[in-house]
């Protein structure tokens, strides 16, 4: 059965941290593993990409393996052909397949069929290649990530789940803040093995109270344009230097990326001397390599089989 990664929740507590391990050996020696050499991985995009798709594509020629970059546009899913179909073709072509798409459920349904690793790029519910980066980021700077404290502001969307799910399997006290109606739910399904927290409120003080770290996200992300009163409602949420002033003292600033400098985060914090943002966006690619690595070395799933609702349901 191969090893798939859709929510991050397919890991243990010890994989994670090994893998955040390899990523640092890796971003020392970026040319160090040849775990890709001759093979082939699928990248599948439905939705717009600047970081994702170069930090795979890069990260796996470094790996000595090939990307085939697909736009699900061009491709015969766009006209109807099963998803199973699709999986089932893929399985025999390529070593792994990645998939930025909207619902989970089409995610979900590709690692049924696929008999290789199914990784996701970017769901509707979930972005767990970015929370790899976000902690190795965390990691630089702190040292150990168990017992640390995270925070996130704004709308509790994909990037904030993941960090929710992967922040506590690594230990770590992650407190969300965000307004009625933007809220991750308060039922989320955390890993088996997270020995953290995940804390839910509206206040956005009161979420980076001794936080190191504070992290925002894009107040509208991708296929939600047409919600007019998201800007209004998330107003409050920005990330600035009022806002780091409230968190431990040296917290740094995270975002995903894209940004909207003057929404979520204010252009002194994006560009100023309180931020690891731009090593966070060069860490998706160490991050990436140790995770293909992983789905790539073979072995049983430690949890969550693909049609588990653990870190799935909204
Ligand atoms: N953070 C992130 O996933 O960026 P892209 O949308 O540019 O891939
Ligand atoms: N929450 C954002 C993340 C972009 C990387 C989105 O889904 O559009």
Redesign the pocket.
């Given at each position: 059965m191969p090893r798939h990664f859709l929510t991050g929740a397919e890991l243990s507590a010890a994989e994670l941290l090994a893998l955040l391990d390899r990523a640092a050996e890796l971003k020392a020696a970026p040319l160090r593993s040849r775990a890709l050499a001759g093979r082939s991985v699928a990248l599948i995009f439905e939705k717009h990409s600047t970081r994702t798709r170069i930090s795979f594509e890069v990260g796996i020629q470094e790996l000595g393996g090939h990307a085939v970059v697909l736009r699900s546009g061009e491709m015969q899913i766009a006209r109807g052909e099963a998803i199973r179909d699709t999986a089932l073709v893929l399985s025999r072509q390529v070593a792994a397949v990645g998939w930025r798409t909207g619902p989970d459920e089409g995610l979900r349904e590709l690692a049924r069929y696929a008999s290789i690793p199914v990784f996701n790029m970017?769901s509707e519910l979930h972005?767990p290649c970015?929370a790899l980066a976000d902690l190795l980021t965390v990691r630089e700077v702190c040292g150990s990530l168990d017992g640390l404290r995270i925070a996130y502001v704004g709308d509790g969307?994909?990037?904030a789940r993941s960090l929710a799910v992967l922040g506590t399997l690594a230990g770590m006290h992650v407190a969300v803040a965000s307004p009625p109606g933007y809220s991750l739910e308060q039922d989320l399904a955390l890993p088996p093995e997270a020995s953290g927290t995940l804390t839910l409120c509206e206040d956005a003080r009161e979420a980076v109270a001794g936080a190191q770290a504070v992290c925002t996200?894009?107040w509208v992300?991708?296929g939600q344009e047409g919600d007019a009163d998201r800007v209004g409602a998330l107003s409050p949420y920005r990330l600035d230097d009022a806002l780091l002033d409230a968190a431990a003292p040296d917290a740094f600033a995270l975002h995903?990326?894209?940004a909207h400098p003057g929404q979520e985060i204010t252009a002194e914090v994006l560009y100023g001397q309180r931020q690891r943002i731009w090593e966070q966006a060069e860490n998706r690619r160490h991050a990436q390599k140790a995770l293909l690595e992983l789905l790539l070395s073979g072995g049983e799933p430690y949890a969550a089989p693909v049609d588990s609702a653990a870190g799935a349901s909204a």
């Open positions: 970017l972005h970015q969307n994909n990037v996200d894009v992300s991708m995903c990326l894209p």
